[in-house]
């Protein structure tokens, strides 16, 4: 069964760095397209970052400049390295990919971790 575990959220001051980890687990053949959302209670979901095979990025507005997504295919992982934390960036978030197997291609979300920056 694949699986996407989130790990690396908790609470930190304002201006302070995390770094969240999205191990996928299971048997498969590639990761597609991987990338981090996160949703504040109330909200959507939205798009932070995305990270291609060959390792282009894309992040949306409000992040770019503090986090930087990156990805060790050798470890199926993708990292989210968050620096200059902001009140306004508390939320939950979510590991999400395609990912080839067997089965075909499918979608699929992790757990979601909870980020809390305090002012």
């Known amino acids: 069964q694949v699986q996407l575990v989130e790990s690396g959220g908790g609470l930190v001051q304002a201006g302070g760095s995390l770094r969240l980890s999205c191990a996928a687990s299971g048997r498969f053949f590639r990761i597609v397209g991987p990338g981090w959302y996160r949703q504040l209670l109330g909200k959507e979901r939205e798009l932070v970052a995305v990270?291609?095979?060959?390792?282009?990025?894309n992040y949306a507005d409000s992040v770019k400049g503090r986090f930087t997504i990156s990805r060790d295919n050798a470890k199926n992982t993708v990292y989210l390295q968050m620096n200059s934390l902001k009140p306004e960036d508390t939320a939950v978030y979510y590991c999400n990919a395609d990912i080839l197997s067997i089965d075909g291609r499918q979608n699929y979300w992790g757990q979601g971790t909870q980020v809390t920056v305090s002012s």
């Open positions: 990270i291609t095979s060959s390792g282009t990025t």
